[in-house]
């Protein structure tokens, strides 16, 4: 059994619990996908005590019927309320059952949320068989706590990228980053992607204020923001505000239209306070999009003395557009990035990623229940 959210909404541990799904069920598991968010019925679903109620009852009616067919259970585990809802009633009740409970522990919070709420956490923890986690960042604060666990990394799936269609005629991969045409205004200027929900963590606006400062340089320059969440109206509302043009919200969008985004974009911009290993880094990797992320969470782990990536700190817009300018005049660097990043995309396959996924769920080589 896989635990984990499904998409809507489109995120990380969506992509990854879908992606984990079929990628067993390709090697002949029998794998039930269990949504921590099912769909509700669309008026209940706008009722937000009433929402969480409905579907916490539902999560555990589904959890609890598929539970006598399965020999193993994966929880994708992130931190704070879901924690606390999901992954502490999955892992409670695997373990009465009898079953194998595999805690894959994602959340880029997890320092504060340890040093918060650690007495009532650890406990559950404990309760797991193996604890997983995609990065060093997350084994460190593990090993910081009492716990053993073992790096799975992240999947990244590419096949969808290399038959997607662009999103306009001028972009060709390859040719990036550089200083193409605007569809709008007809000048020229590099195409800037941001793909992060419009959530506090990942402080989309200081994305949107580095690309104020870079359209002053390149007034032909683009934005385009894809995702949604709780700040999509207040950041609108600052564009507007600001009279800043060519930033477009192309909203939630389907993770295997993404990569219409990647082909189109000259960089990709990851702004986030708070992160651990985002699979839109490794999208942009696979596809070769240039980086400029800030330095948070396992970022720094995944890309080395900045050899895949440009970084920068958490909020410093004016570094991040000094980046971005960087890397439209200097197009060679641009290529040493991506070339390093394409190489690190080899960690991320199911090829790599099966053998150490395997070992965890059945530590003695047994088979498939």
Same mark, same amino acid.
């Given at each position: 059994?896989?635990?984990?959210?499904?998409?809507?909404?489109?995120?990380?541990?969506?992509?990854?619990?879908?992606?984990?799904?079929?990628?067993?069920?390709?090697?002949?598991?029998? +794998?039930?996908?269990?949504?921590?968010?099912?769909?509700?019925?669309?008026?209940?679903?706008?009722? !937000?005590?009433?929402?969480?109620?409905?579907?916490?009852?539902?999560?555990?009616?589904?959890?609890?019927?598929?539970?006598?067919?399965?020999? +193993?259970?994966?929880?994708?585990?992130?931190?704070?309320?879901?924690?606390?809802?999901?992954?502490?009633?999955?892992?409670?009740?695997?373990?009465?059952?009898?079953?194998?409970?595999?805690?894959?522990?994602?959340?880029?919070?997890?320092?504060?949320?340890?040093?918060?709420?650690?007495?009532? +956490?650890?406990?559950?923890?404990?309760?797991?068989?193996?604890?997983?986690?995609?990065?060093?960042? &997350?084994?460190?604060?593990?090993?910081?706590?009492?716990?053993?666990?073992?790096?799975?990394?992240?999947?990244?799936?590419?096949?969808? &990228?290399?038959?997607?269609?662009?999103?306009?005629?001028?972009?060709?991969?390859?040719?990036?980053?550089?200083?193409?045409?605007?569809?709008?205004?007809?000048?020229?200027?590099?195409?800037?992607?941001?793909?992060?929900?419009?959530?506090?963590?990942?402080?989309?606006?200081?994305?949107?204020?580095?690309?104020?400062?870079?359209?002053?340089?390149?007034?032909?320059?683009?934005?385009?923001?894809?995702?949604?969440?709780?700040?999509?109206?207040?950041?609108?509302?600052?564009?507007?505000?600001?009279? &800043?043009?060519?930033?477009?919200?192309?909203?939630?969008?389907?993770?295997?239209?993404?990569?219409?985004?990647?082909?189109?974009?000259?960089?990709?911009?990851?702004?986030?306070?708070?992160?651990?290993?985002?699979?839109?880094?490794?999208?942009?990797?696979?596809?070769?999009?240039?980086?400029?992320?800030?330095?948070?969470?396992?970022?720094?782990?995944?890309?080395?003395?900045?050899?895949?990536?440009?970084?920068?700190?958490?909020?410093?817009?004016?570094?991040?557009?000094?980046?971005?300018?960087?890397?439209?005049?200097?197009?060679?660097?641009?290529?040493? &990035?991506?070339?390093?990043?394409?190489?690190?995309?080899?960690?991320?396959?199911?090829?790599?990623?099966?053998?150490?996924?395997?070992?965890?769920?059945?530590?003695?080589?047994? !088979?498939?229940?």
């Amino acid at each position: 059994m896989i635990v984990g959210p499904v998409p809507p909404p489109y995120g990380g541990m969506a992509v990854q619990a879908q992606a984990l799904a079929a990628l067993l069920g390709k090697e002949g598991v029998d +794998v039930a996908l269990v949504p921590t968010n099912p769909a509700l019925w669309k008026p209940l679903g706008q009722v !937000k005590g009433l929402r969480t109620l409905a579907q916490g009852i539902l999560f555990l009616g589904r959890f609890c019927a598929r539970l006598q067919r399965v020999g +193993v259970i994966h929880i994708l585990a992130a931190s704070y309320l879901y924690f606390f809802l999901r992954v502490f009633p999955a892992v409670l009740l695997g373990r009465l059952s009898g079953r194998r409970v595999i805690v894959n522990y994602r959340g880029g919070a997890a320092p504060v949320f340890f040093s918060s709420w650690g007495a009532l +956490v650890r406990p559950v923890l404990r309760l797991a068989h193996a604890i997983t986690v995609p990065s060093r960042f &997350l084994e460190r604060v593990m090993v910081e706590h009492g716990f053993d666990a073992r790096i799975v990394p992240n999947l990244v799936t590419t096949d969808y &990228l290399a038959s997607a269609p662009s999103v306009d005629d001028q972009s060709k991969p390859g040719v990036r980053p550089g200083l193409r045409a605007n569809r709008t205004s007809g000048r020229a200027g590099p195409r800037l992607l941001v793909t992060r929900n419009l959530e506090p963590m990942y402080n989309v606006k200081m994305a949107l204020e580095a690309f104020g400062v870079v359209k002053e340089r390149h007034p032909g320059a683009r934005l385009d923001i894809v995702g949604s969440g709780a700040q999509e109206a207040e950041l609108k509302r600052w564009v507007a505000e600001k009279g &800043l043009e060519d930033v477009f919200f192309a909203g939630a969008v389907p993770n295997e239209e993404i990569a219409r985004f990647l082909q189109a974009a000259d960089i990709l911009l990851n702004p986030s306070n708070v992160d651990n290993m985002p699979i839109s880094l490794l999208e942009a990797f696979a596809f070769g999009v240039p980086v400029i992320s800030t330095r948070v969470g396992g970022i720094p782990d995944l890309v080395g003395e900045e050899k895949a990536a440009l970084l920068v700190e958490p909020g410093d817009y004016l570094r991040m557009a000094e980046k971005i300018s960087e890397l439209v005049k200097e197009p060679e660097k641009a290529k040493r &990035l991506t070339a390093h990043a394409k190489d690190l995309c080899k960690d991320f396959t199911w090829d790599s990623v099966r053998s150490r996924l395997l070992e965890v769920y059945y530590p003695a080589g047994g !088979k498939v229940a």
